[in-house]
């Protein structure tokens, strides 16, 4: 069973920064894509950023958030910077990850973070 486990999260003053990881472990051939989600207090949960052969990001954190990966750790990162109050949020590491279920065989699983607080208040 693959898991990820988040950390990172935590009270920033506006115009600070974090920086988000979350690590895959278990039973992993590949990674499709690895993407970060929020949710914040009343709202839909919404895509952040994803990255595959590159890297989206939504519009309202373009500039300020960048996504990254270690390949070798099977981690995602997201450093934020200049953040607003409209950041807080919950954010959820999520990934698409390849395991083998039979030779020559691989299924594609979504996989979801615990979620970490991320509070940007003065």
């Known amino acids: 069973q693959v898991q990820l486990v988040e950390s990172g999260g935590g009270l920033v003053q506006p115009g600070g920064s974090l920086r988000l990881s979350c690590a895959a472990s278990?039973?992993?051939?590949?990674?499709?894509?690895m993407s970060w989600y929020r949710q914040a207090p009343g709202k839909e949960r919404e895509l952040v950023a994803t990255?595959?052969?590159?890297?989206n990001y939504a519009d309202s954190v373009k500039g300020r958030f960048t996504i990254s990966r270690d390949i070798a750790k099977n981690t995602v990162y997201l450093q934020m910077n200049s953040l607003k109050p409209e950041d807080t949020a919950v954010y959820y590491c999520?990934?698409?990850?390849?395991?083998?279920?039979?030779?020559?065989?691989?299924?594609?699983?979504?996989?979801w973070g615990q979620g970490t607080l991320v509070t940007v208040s003065s």
């Open positions: 278990g039973s992993i051939f590949s990674i499709r894509s």
């Open positions: 990255i595959t052969s590159g890297a």
């Open positions: 999520q990934m698409v990850v390849g395991t083998t279920v039979s030779a020559g065989t691989v299924r594609f699983l979504e996989v």
